[in-house]
């Protein structure tokens, strides 16, 4: 039985989609990361119970550290994002944390550089709060040992390609740093959108909405380039159009990185049918309602898309580009200096 509600929060699914495709569904997936490295932060004195933690978040994190914060008796302080929605915020003010909502912007660099300006006058104001750094600490990967453990038990660990949006890097290179430790073979794969100095896409700009959370415009620590073997760039209309078809062909309501990264992994388990795909959906589609899944009906064909194979960034062009990365360097714009 679970101690708290972050634990059962923070554990995922493995959902056999079929012979050769495995969905590793999260209700929120960033509480794994959270926990462990509040727990570790505990453990180590870095932190005593009572303390205020800090950091910037368009969401997601925001959630899942303040459930950190509850289960651990924190204080938890957040600059969010101007995609912080009303039910996030309610959710936030209940949990005890303190939200400062950044103002609109249709800027997401300028978005994401005046939160973590924020954050650093915040803490020139109170030296005693502890900065979690969810981009750049790579104490947000410990929490991910758990799951790799799982999915190696679980899928036989046989050979794996393991796809995912990219976003912080604390999820899908922590899980493939732990099953390599575990000398399991696998095959990462990174799912990025258009317009993230990342893996360098930020010269192409997706006219959509931007899928939230898998990219960046700022460089971020946790990123370890070196070990992603394959790049996607989707745009936001072939990521509509895998979450539909999750939904509509398995039953599986999840987010738009979900759809994301379930149409690179069909693609990628198409390229190597001996090698079983496994994909992470991140978080439930709940917040796409209204921007994703009400616009089913316009939805393509996931038969008819197929990622256009590029040799380089310079080549990279809506909706879906695909890169042989093979553990690369970062670009200079990513770099974090």
Same mark, same amino acid.
């Given at each position: 039985m679970d101690g708290h509600i972050s634990e059962a929060i923070g554990r995922p699914d493995l959902i056999r989609l079929d012979d050769s495709l495995v969905c590793l569904r999260f209700e929120t997936m960033k509480v794994v990361s959270a926990l462990a490295a509040v727990r570790h932060l505990l453990d180590t004195g870095t932190v005593r119970r009572g303390d205020t933690l800090i950091d910037s978040s368009s969401g997601i994190y925001a959630y899942a550290l303040? %459930?950190?914060c509850h289960r651990y008796g924190m204080h938890c302080h957040i600059v969010g994002s101007t995609t912080v929605d009303h039910t996030l915020r309610t959710q936030l003010d209940v949990l005890g944390a303190h939200l400062e909502q950044m103002q609109p912007s249709t800027d997401l660099k300028l978005d994401q550089s005046r939160r973590v300006a924020?954050?650093?006058? *915040? +803490?020139?104001?109170h030296p005693e709060y502890h900065w979690m750094r969810q981009y750049h600490d790579d104490v947000h990967y410990l929490g991910y040992e758990a799951v790799a453990e799982r *999915?190696?038990?679980?899928?036989?660990?046989g050979s794996l390609t393991l796809v995912g949006g990219v976003g912080s890097g604390a999820s899908t290179g922590a899980l493939a740093h732990y099953l390599r430790k575990r000398s399991v073979d696998v095959r990462l794969v990174g799912v990025q959108p258009f317009g993230s100095v990342t893996f360098g896409s930020d010269h192409v700009a997706d006219p959509e909405i931007i899928i939230a959370g898998i990219g960046s415009s700022i460089p971020f620590g946790n990123v370890r380039h070196d070990l992603y073997d394959t790049v996607h760039? +989707?745009?936001f209309d072939a990521a509509l159009a895998g979450s539909v078809d999750l939904l509509r062909r398995h039953a599986v309501f999840a987010g738009l990185s979900s759809g994301a990264a379930y149409l690179?992994?069909?693609w990628e388990r198409g390229e190597e049918p001996e090698r079983t795909a496994v994909f992470i959906a991140a978080d439930t589609g709940h917040r796409y309602v209204d921007t994703v899944f009400v616009r089913h009906a316009q939805a393509a064909r996931v038969e008819e898309l197929a990622p256009r194979q590029v040799s380089g960034?310079?080549?990279l062009a +809506?909706?879906?580009?695909? %890169?042989?990365w093979n553990g690369?360097?970062?670009p200079g714009a990513a770099v974090l200096r």
């Open positions: 303040a %459930l950190a924020r954050v650093r006058e *915040i +803490l020139r104001e *999915i190696q038990e679980e899928t036989g660990a760039w +989707l745009a690179a992994a069909r960034t310079d080549e +809506l909706p879906w580009s695909r %890169l042989n690369s360097p970062a």
